[in-house]
């Protein structure tokens, strides 16, 4: 077992914990607004371009409750990643759209995305 | 309240439901290898280079627990992300080190570090 201790940085250690804590800073950031599970998730399917209506893009997510997709919704609605209109009409249409700050996201998803198909691809030679 | 309602895609909507699902998979792949909230935080800190003890790791990561950080340090190792080596000496010492594979994430981190820099300026901004 570790034990648990405290112990102040050396002055060689300083300026890398320094850029570390930087770092760990804007990855906790990034995570917060956009991790768990769902978020990035939500935000591809809706980038799809043809999908906006809650039904729709909750059969495009597999797995993914209402009670889920409605919560996810809210938090990237009120994050700015997200506009929700509702048309005037009988019955009621809402939609869901990607603004465009949401576009700044983009090469965060392709790279995981990338690394996600590599490292598939890595699973199946091994298993092979 | 929306309705849960099971449709068949149309032919028009086919070919996006099989690249937006394609891209989910691969999405879904990398955040379970990389997702929660402190993987990426400890491949940081050990990227930092001059950090391989577990009570410097945990110094590193604010806000980590013994427990956490170790299941952590655990799953890096079985996702082949994190290597770990007994040294033979009293007391034993016990080092964790990033494997060459853990390199292909260099990009995914690189993109959310930068987007989590540029996000933190821009709520500056909306605040001042």
Redesign the interface.
Known sequence: M??????T?TL??AP??A???S?????????Y?I???WK??VI??LR????KR??EL?????GIS?KML?SELRDLELNGFVSRTVHDQVPVVVEYELTEYSA??S??????????????EKIREMRS
Chains 1, 2 share one sequence.
């Not at 799809?48 to 999908?51: F, K, R």
């Open positions: 570790e034990k648990k201790t405290k112990k940085p060689a250690e890398y914990a850029e570390c804590s770092r760990l800073g804007a990855l906790e950031d990034a995570l607004v991790g768990g599970k990035l998730k591809i399917a799809e371009g043809d999908v809650f039904n909750q059969r495009r997510i597999p209402a409605s700044s996201l090469l965060v998803l392709h790279e995981l995305v990338e690394w996600g198909k590599m490292h598939r």
